[in-house]
C-alpha cells in the first residue's frame, strides 16, 4: 500500500501554482490514467488543494483497474469530491455531465507486458486520444493538456546535447518498437488538429524522464528498477554499457510546470519537460546505490565500445523555462533521496 504523497511537495506545488488555483476555482476536471504515476499525483494535488485552501475542484478519474487502485492508495477513494471511471481510453464509458478541463494522461509505457505489446501501444495512443478529444468536445472542455513524451523526436544524435522543442527527427517508421514514438507523435498531431477548430485552449507536454514517489519500480524504467534492486539488497543491475546519458525531473517540479502550462493563455502550447541536469546511467546506479545504502553493489552488463558516443536523451527546456517562468528546481541528488526515501517507508 502506498502512503499519501509528501505534504511538503504537495504544499511545494500549491505555492509555486497561485495562478492555476485562483483562476480555476471550483471546476469539474476529467484525468485519464488516474491511477497512473502522473495522474495519481496531480488528482493527489487536487484533493490537497480543496482541504487546504478550499478549490472546491471536484474530478472524475479513468483507470482501467480502480479496484486495484483503491488497494495501493486507498486514500485517494475516501474524498468525495473525487470519483471513479473503469475502463480504457479507446472505449471508456463516457461519464455523465459538463467538464471544464480535461487532462489525458493514458499510457502503456510502465508496464513491461503492455509496453511490448506495440500494435496495443500504437492505438492507447492514437485511438485513446481520439476518444478522449471526442468526449472532451462533447463535455464542453475548454483546457485540455496531454502528456506527450520525448519519444516523439526519435533517437537523439550522439553529437546533440539537449533536444529543442524544433527539432525535426522522428522515431524510425519501419521500426515496430517505435510503437510509443509513433502514437504519441499522431496523437499530437490530433490535439493540433483539434485546437485549430475549437475555442479552448489546449496544451501538450513533452515528458522526458521523471523520478519521485510511485515511480513504477517493476516497469520499463531504470531508474525504478534500480531503486527496487538496491531496496531488496540485491546488485543493481545495469542492463547496457552504463554510458547512456539521461536526465530526471522530480515530479513535484513536474507538475508546477504541468499546472503552469494548464494556466497559460497560448492556445496550443507544445514544451519539453525534463531536466537537464544529464547523468550517466552507470553514475545513476552509483547514486542509488550510495544513497540507499545498499551492498549489493552494481553491476553493469555490457563492456562500452570504444570510440562511440554514448546515446543521450536529454531535453533543452531553455524556451519552457522561460515561458512557464521556471525557476529552481530539485537537483537529480535530492530527488533521488526523496524517492528512495519514500519508498522505503511505503516497503516498512
Not at 484533493?47 to 487546504?52: D, E, I, T
Not at 519539453?272 to 541536469?277: A, C, F, K, Q, V
Request: with cysteine; hydrophobic share 45%; net charge neutral.
Amino acid at each position: 500500500m502506498f502512503p499519501r504523497l509528501p505534504d511538503s511537495d504537495l504544499k511545494h506545488v500549491l505555492e509555486q501554482t497561485p495562478e492555476f488555483w485562483s483562476q480555476h476555482q471550483g471546476v469539474r476536471i476529467f484525468v485519464t490514467g488516474g491511477s497512473g504515476f502522473i495522474g495519481s499525483w496531480l488528482l493527489e494535488l487536487v484533493l490537497y488543494a480543496n482541504r487546504m485552501h478550499d478549490a472546491g475542484m471536484q474530478v472524475v478519474a479513468l483507470s482501467r483497474d480502480p479496484e486495484r487502485a483503491r488497494i495501493v492508495m486507498p486514500h485517494l477513494f475516501e474524498d468525495a469530491s473525487l470519483s471513479w471511471v473503469r475502463g480504457d481510453a479507446q472505449d471508456f464509458a463516457w461519464p455523465d455531465g459538463a467538464f471544464d478541463m480535461c487532462i489525458h494522461a493514458a499510457a502503456d509505457v510502465a508496464d513491461p507486458a503492455r509496453a511490448a505489446d506495440h500494435r496495443r501501444v500504437f492505438d492507447t495512443a492514437v485511438l485513446g486520444t481520439r476518444r478522449v478529444l471526442d468526449f472532451a468536445e462533447h463535455a464542453g472542455v475548454h483546457r485540455f493538456l496531454f502528456t506527450s513524451s520525448g519519444a516523439v523526436y526519435g533517437p537523439q544524435p550522439p553529437s546533440l546535447a539537449r533536444m529543442p522543442e524544433d527539432f525535426l527527427n522522428a522515431p524510425d517508421v519501419l521500426d515496430a518498437r517505435t510503437a510509443y514514438g509513433q502514437g504519441k507523435r499522431a496523437a499530437e498531431w490530433q490535439v493540433a488538429e483539434r485546437a485549430r477548430s475549437s475555442a479552448g485552449k489546449f496544451s501538450i507536454a513533452r515528458i522526458f524522464a521523471l523520478l519521485g514517489p510511485r515511480l513504477p519500480l517493476d516497469g520499463t524504467l531504470a531508474a525504478g528498477n534500480f531503486i527496487r534492486d538496491a531496496l531488496a539488497g540485491q546488485p543493481i543491475l545495469v542492463r547496457g554499457d552504463g554510458t547512456a546519458v539521461r536526465s530526471y525531473l522530480y515530479m513535484a517540479d513536474a507538475c508546477v510546470w504541468l499546472l503552469r502550462m494548464m494556466s497559460h493563455e497560448s492556445p496550443l502550447l507544445a514544451c519539453n519537460l525534463g531536466s537537464e541536469e544529464e547523468v550517466s546511467i552507470a553514475r545513476l546506479a552509483a547514486q542509488v546505490e550510495e544513497l540507499s545504502g545498499s551492498k549489493g553493489g552494481v553491476r553493469i552488463m555490457e563492456q562500452a565500445v570504444p570510440d562511440v558516443l554514448p546515446q543521450r536523451y536529454v531535453p533543452d527546456t531553455q524556451r519552457t523555462r522561460k515561458v512557464l517562468r521556471i525557476g529552481n528546481m530539485t537537483s537529480l541528488h535530492e530527488a533521488l533521496d526523496r524517492t528512495i526515501k519514500w519508498q522505503r517507508a511505503a516497503n516498512s
